[in-house]
């Protein structure tokens, strides 16, 4: 996968040498290029933004650095025959970003980041890109970064670790928080490893039984719980289809009933009595 990134900072992707996505550079794969966006500047100040039309406080990000950067990239990547771009813009006002989206950009042979800085980029230059590529207009949280490259470091470790061979045990995310596979895209529960005893404090037992069917039911247990507490819109949100018979016998403990209205059927909603704390 080559990844492009387009900033005024260029230090600031300094991490992207470094753990996971460092190793998957150094073993060819990921390619990624780093450009500063001042290169594409014609004045003495190497000026990238302005005032905003219509008023207002702060400065937008000028077309025309940004036009003849991703040209340039563009042209580069074609001629090395990467196929595919796609341009990835972070922003808050961007849909959120998720495991879902992760998965979907790591299919991509080529992603562009755009990280922004002031008050972002001159809209014209997206919609200019957006009639040539796919564009993934994207907010990693409910809150405001001074910019983008903070943003670019957390969506490329997210895509990175999906990727074929990244990860030393492809296995490793099948289990993680908002996998849609064995845990029905809900949080992954604690985890444990030795010693056995530490301040006094054990591990749960079952995880010593060697019995894989208890362990396995454990933790569907304790994800269901975690995922009660800090995320209820997910089991709300989850697929009647993924919940098992003993699931739905816990979902119930921790005070979730079937909606009889829900969309598909037998969604959960929460009850208000009786609840397990
Ligand atoms: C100060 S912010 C601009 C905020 C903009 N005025 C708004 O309210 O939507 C500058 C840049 O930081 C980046 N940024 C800030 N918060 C972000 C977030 N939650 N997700 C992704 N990028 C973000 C974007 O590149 C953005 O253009």
Known sequence: MRLDVVTIFP?????????????????????????DLRAWTHDRHNTVDDTPYGGGPGMVMKTGPWGEALDTVLADGYETGTGGPALVVPTPSGRPFTQELALHLSGHPWLIFTPARYEGIDRRVVDEYATR??????????????????AVLVITEAVARLLPGVLGNAESHRDDSFA???????LEGPVYTKPPVWRDRDI?????????????????????????ANRPDLIERCAPGTLDKKDREMLSILGWSPDPDGEPYGRFWRRTDGVEE
Do not use: F, Q
């Not at 230090?11 to 390619?31: F, H, I, T």
């Not at 207009?137 to 809150?143: A, L, N, Q, R, T």
């Open 180 to 186: 849609p596979g064995a845990m029905a895209g809900l």
């Open 133 to 150: 590529m796919p564009v993934y207009e994207v907010s990693i949280g409910d809150y405001v970064l001074a910019g983008g490259e903070a």
């Open 11 to 35: 230090e600031y992707l300094e991490p992207l040498n470094v753990s996971l996505v460092g190793k998957a550079r150094a073993r060819g794969r990921l390619d990624v290029r780093v450009h």
């Open 204 to 228: 749960p037992e079952v995880l010593l039984s060697g019995h894989h069917g208890r362990i396995a039911r454990w933790r569907r247990d304790e994800t269901l719980r975690r995922t009660t």
